[in-house]
């Protein structure tokens, strides 16, 4: 499978089953577009020299030559690779029922009140409240008991707003580090916070035991101030964007993510990320659509998405200039390693929600992940029974992109892995679904990162300062054919 774009100056091919990625000239890129709609060597030539009649530059030897390169690559398996991912895709999850990571919901609850939240105001559609250190130590032990022989696991303090159940974080991850060594485990602990609750105390705590920080902020003042309010209906920008910068100023730069929201009324989206860089000096930023219901005021319509896209286009745009300048934003969609990942096992057997990842409510419930929290037709069970619910465990096994039958042709499959469950459930009623309208912003997201890698290689400047990010093995066992390093 073959996919062509045109970005930025670039004429970009993307062989999908082989991950290779192409920059090439205008008679290669309209050549291997005639042979990926079939036509021969002798047809594909004949072809370009007709189109390129009129360019001097273009002789009868020069489409020869792009002909023989276009036949290497295909040889070599860089070019019109085929499928040999499909007969293992529904092996894979199959192995085992090895957790490696837990969303622990340790705050049903929030000090912020925000309209457009998905998990209604913190409390996920049932009671307020807090989870115990009890509940959280037992969590703890469900997930080495049920994590093999994984030694790297990951813990994210989510709500609601967890700082509200502050003393228990410190609590658990106390627990979990007098625990490692006998287990021969490595937690690594993420929080998750509104800002509002951040003193020197949790500031502190943070940078000594969490391995990443996500900040909640949507960006311009107006922006941020129109959902994210308090009880009151106040903005909450003014007290929390000094908090985030003392933290982050304390954490080195290093090891967060402004983590924003757009809307509707912010499709300019990259107006609120380059305020959160140039005015606020944040570097480690993300920004998510909006998950709304369609009759939602703020909800994103089929006419945004235009915008988005130039959107999507400008920022790339944008952070390639910074990076060449050796400023260089982070956005969270554009890193991309063409080098060492996605591993195949992550491009086949997707987010793993339900089976290698699930979140935990205050009172100990088992869920696929926070989105599907709430739903009784998708609780799992419980951190004292484990997973009771094993036929809905085994329907997320094989939850992968070669379940969902409207990815069969698209060429972003390999990088989404599939997409989100719980946006395919809420779009389509079926975890085996696609959310039309996700997939769209994703792939163009995906052109963009794309686009970047490759000015990154081409341009010697920005090649000097290109931004190196972490392999993305997190030990799960699984990649390159089982042999890779826990």
């Known amino acids: 499978m073959i996919h062509q774009y045109k970005l930025s100056g670039y004429n970009i091919v993307l062989d999908v089953y082989s991950g290779s990625v192409h920059a090439v000239d205008d008679v290669a890129y309209d050549a291997i577009a005639l042979i990926d709609q079939g036509s021969s060597r002798e047809q594909a030539a004949a072809a370009l020299a007709k189109k390129y009649a009129d360019r001097a530059d273009v002789t009868a030897a020069d489409i020869s030559d792009v002909l023989d390169d276009i036949d290497e690559l295909t040889a070599a398996g860089q070019l019109f690779a085929p499928d040999a991912y499909a007969d293992h895709a529904f092996d894979f999850k199959n192995r085992s029922n090895v957790v490696k990571a837990l969303c622990l919901h340790v705050a049903h609850t929030c000090n912020l009140n925000c309209s457009y939240c998905f998990a209604a105001q913190g409390k996920f559609h049932g009671e307020a409240g807090l989870m115990s250190f009890e509940t959280g130590k037992r969590a703890l032990d469900f997930l080495i ?45 993420t929080m998750t916070t509104n800002g509002i609750g951040i003193t020197d105390e949790v500031i502190d ?3 000594k035991e969490c391995h990443n920080v996500v900040l909640s902020l949507d960006g311009r003042k107006e922006v941020n101030d129109r959902f994210r309010v308090d009880l009151a209906g106040n903005g909450s920008y003014d007290r ?50 909006v998950v709304a219901p369609p009759d939602s005021p703020e909800a994103l319509t089929e006419e945004d998405l235009p915008k988005l896209f130039d959107q999507y286009e400008l920022l790339a745009n944008d952070m390639l200039r910074r990076q060449k300048a050796g400023k260089p934003i982070t956005f969270y969609h554009y890193i991309l390693d063409l080098k060492h990942g996605p591993c195949i096992y992550k491009r086949i057997s997707g987010c793993g929600s339900g089976t290698e990842y699930m979140a935990v409510t205050p009172w100990g419930d088992l869920y696929p992940c926070h989105q599907f929290v709430g739903d009784p037709a998708y609780k799992l069970g419980n951190v004292w029974d484990g ?61 963009c990162a794309l686009m970047m890698q490759v000015a990154q290689r081409l341009d010697p400047e920005l090649a000097k300062n290109a931004v190196r990010f972490e392999s993305d093995c997190d030990g799960c066992g699984e990649g390159n054919d089982g042999a890779c390093e826990k």
């Not at 993510?257 to 499709?267: E, L, P």
């Open 240 to 289: 929390i964007v000094p908090k985030f910068q003392k933290l982050v100023k304390a954490r080195g730069g290093q090891g967060y993510y402004m983590r924003g929201t757009f809307t509707h009324h912010n499709v300019d989206f990259t107006k609120d990320l380059f305020h959160m860089a140039d005015d606020l000096g944040f570097t480690e930023l993300s920004m998510e659509p």
């Open 387 to 447: 997973v009771t619910n094993t036929a809905l465990r085994d329907e997320f096994k094989l939850c992968n992109v070669y379940a969902r039958p409207d990815c069969k042709d698209c060429w972003a499959r390999l990088y989404c892995a599939g997409g989100c469950a719980a946006n395919a459930l809420h779009a389509t009623g079926d975890i085996h679904g696609t959310y039309e309208y996700g997939c769209k912003v994703f792939r163009k997201r995906m052109e």
């Open 205 to 207: 705590w943070c940078n």
């Open 145 to 189: 008991e049920n994590s093999g022989t994984r030694r790297n696991l990951e813990v994210d303090f989510f709500g609601g707003e967890p700082l509200m159940n502050f003393e228990v974080c410190k609590q658990l991850v106390a627990y979990a580090r007098s625990i490692e060594k006998k287990y021969n485990k490595n937690f690594r602990f």
